[in-house]
């Protein structure tokens, strides 16, 4: 039996959580599903710059996990950007938490 996957922290829900390619109707497009972990995930490290082993520890997470949701954010958004889809922020395996800052 699997061990329980560890609740992610993320500092808040995302304020939007569809983006598309503009000209192409929304029902046209397939859809790349990033979720609200994988999207903190970015925010900590490509756009705050934290290092990896601090974002993970305010995520609540061990370093190795954090970079495997970070490689799959990434592929994620690539995908969408090389192949035209849009990108929905939903689900995953979280927890808000205001204050993380438990150093």
């Given at each position: 039996m699997?061990?329980?996957r560890?609740?992610?922290w993320v500092s808040?829900?995302?304020d939007f959580t569809f983006f598309k390619p503009a000209g192409v109707r929304r029902i046209d497009l397939e859809q790349s599903i990033l979720t609200v972990d994988e999207l903190e995930a970015i925010n900590l490290k490509d756009y705050l710059g934290?290092?990896?082993e601090e974002a993970a520890k305010k995520?609540?997470?061990s370093?190795?996990?954090f970079h495997?949701?970070?490689l799959s954010a990434r592929k994620k958004i690539a995908d969408a950007i090389i192949n035209g889809k849009a990108i929905r922020i939903q689900g995953g395996?979280?927890?808000i938490i205001k204050n993380k800052d438990n150093d």
């Open positions: 699997p061990r329980p560890r609740c992610r808040r829900r995302p934290l290092e990896q995520m609540n997470i370093q190795p996990t495997r949701l970070i395996n979280f927890e």
